[in-house]
């Protein structure tokens, strides 16, 4: 079945710990994005990629990072987790990024919890 | 700043037609979004407005002015399905999408 594929669905982490949620999509879509949603709040935007090979910083990008190797994959990884952290990460992607990008496709969650 | 408002919670009836409003305040506007989130589920793609006037798909339709910097989203014939968050979202002059925080939508029998 064609989309986005993310791992874990859940995990719970000990502060400090280092964590890597993976991103995998089908589509071929040059563009990627992670976004963490919390309560009462809208998706927020951490981390993007335009197309395989470039990234960029998002609304809060601080203590993530993400790389963009090839087109499928777009792993978030959180070097040292805060308790701040703790929130429900999707990933999602579009045909194009910038002015082309359009309807994004999510993926079905990673919901972390920071201890 | 950038803003997108829509009210927290609604609450309609199974058969009925509610309307979910939208504003906003962006530095710019290449198009609004609608989203229909299921609790515990991803956010799927409901429909897109970038001119004024309105959209309809089905059951859904959704408005948009951006004189007002407002925007609607319309549903009829409710179904107990319908019961999910809808999310509205802005594309900017950066093309970077500003979310709204969601509707619930609470379908009653």
């Known amino acids: 079945i064609a989309g986005i594929t993310q791992a874990p669905t859940s995990q719970i982490l000990a502060a400090g710990r280092r964590m890597t949620l993976r991103c995998t999509q089908d589509?071929?879509?040059?563009?990627m994005y992670w976004y963490r949603q919390d309560l009462g709040l809208g998706l927020r935007l951490i981390h993007y990629s335009n197309t395989a090979g470039t990234t960029g910083k998002g609304e809060v990008p601080d203590g993530y990072s993400v790389s963009r190797a090839n087109t499928d994959d777009f792993p978030l990884t959180l070097a040292s987790a805060v308790p701040s952290q703790t929130s429900v990460y999707f990933c999602a992607s579009s045909e194009g990024g910038g002015a082309g990008a359009n309807v994004l496709t999510f993926g079905a969650g990673s919901r972390l919890t920071v201890l | 700043g950038q803003n997108i408002d829509q009210p927290t919670e609604m609450t309609a009836t199974e058969g009925a037609i509610v309307q979910i409003n939208c504003t906003y305040q962006?530095?710019?506007?290449?198009?609004l979004f609608w989203y229909q989130q299921h609790a515990g589920e991803a956010p799927t793609f409901l429909s897109y407005n970038v001119l004024d006037g309105l959209e309809e798909k089905g059951r859904f339709s959704s408005f948009l002015s951006r004189s007002k910097g407002y925007s609607y989203l319309l549903l009829k014939e409710l179904q107990m399905k319908d019961s999910a968050s809808y999310l509205c979202?802005?594309?900017?002059?950066?093309?970077?999408?500003?979310w709204g925080a969601g509707t619930k939508l609470i379908i009653k029998p």
């Open positions: 979202a802005v594309r900017d002059s950066n093309y970077q999408l500003i």
């Open positions: 962006t530095s710019g506007f290449n198009g």
């Open positions: 589509m071929r879509h040059n563009a």
